[in-house]
């Protein structure tokens, strides 16, 4: 009876999942044909597509509309050198936080732990203010060390706890053999963090790949266009091209589904590990 029952929960549970993934997956699927169908196709025929709606003029328009590939250029180094940033400081200050007993890192650790709750929407304009009289206004620089600022605190968290996780005997033994504590961290510490590094990567790589709010206003939308704001430009007051909407939002969406795939086996051992102490 213990068995069937357990057997019987199991299936139900299953059941519930499987559900639950169908409707999570809905928008997707959705998205994902609409761009591929006009406009009155879309409104007329929401979830389904046949061979006489299916066009692919979408796309090129698309692409002409969001100067896509000048964007995606932009968004990239955005990205990527705002996650270098990201990952040099946040290792760094998670080994010293996790590792250096020392009362002024617990008292940074936990200003560090406060910057979390803070709406960013509430600091916009003071960062505006502060880029334009820095003269980093209207530049890929100004947009890429406020993306850096704003997602080290959670960066250092994950990697403050990552690093309280690993064996002290490991660091004791380096300390034996003559390593400096600079040597621990590079020799030691640097290669067991592929998990936490790769949960920081997805974690704040979409989400500055898919910022709008400082691009739209820090930056140029014609001078220097990025990924999100070129997508914007298809939602009007009066009218939306969805067609051409979710055409650009399936290519933006192209890097970071590739970036997930070669990362996700780091991803959940990165968050349930990095999360539990710190």
């Not at 090129?60 to 180094?77: C, D, H, Q, S, W």
């Not at 930056?219 to 914007?232: E, F, H, K, Q, R």
Request: aromatic share 14%; charged share 15%.
């Amino acid at each position: 009876m213990d068995n069937k029952k357990i057997t019987a929960k199991v299936i139900i549970q299953e059941i519930v999942l499987v559900l639950f993934s169908i409707i999570e997956l809905v928008p997707i699927y959705y998205f994902a044909i609409s761009a591929f169908k006009k406009r009155v196709d879309i409104v007329q025929h929401p979830l389904s597509i046949s061979a006489e709606t299916f066009i692919t003029s979408n796309f090129p328009y698309a692409i002409k509309k969001m100067k896509f590939f000048e964007a995606l250029r932009n968004t990239g180094v955005m990205t990527v050198v705002s996650m270098l940033i990201i990952i040099v400081l946040a290792s760094l200050a998670g080994f010293a936080i996790a590792r250096i007993k020392w009362k002024p890192f617990d008292i940074y650790y936990k200003i560090v732990m406060s910057c979390m709750v803070i709406p960013f929407i509430g600091c916009l304009l003071p960062l505006v203010a502060q880029a334009t009289q820095m003269n980093i206004y209207n530049s890929l620089v100004g947009v890429i060390l406020i993306e850096a600022a704003w997602n080290l605190p959670f960066s250092i968290f994950l990697y403050a706890g990552f690093m309280g996780g690993i064996s002290k005997e490991l660091e004791e033994a380096a300390y034996i053999d003559g390593c400096t504590t600079w040597g621990v961290y590079w020799k030691i510490f640097l290669p067991l963090l592929a998990p936490v590094t790769a949960t920081c990567c997805i974690r704040n790589g979409v989400g500055i790949w898919n910022d709008y709010l400082v691009s739209n206003s820090l930056l140029n939308s014609n001078a220097t266009p990025t990924i999100m704001v070129g997508i914007n430009k298809f939602f009007g007051k009066y009218t939306t091209e969805y067609g051409y909407a979710f055409a650009g939002i399936m290519l933006s969406s192209l890097p970071m589904v590739i970036m997930f795939m070669f990362l996700q086996k780091y991803f959940i051992k990165g968050i349930t590990v990095g999360s539990v102490k710190g």
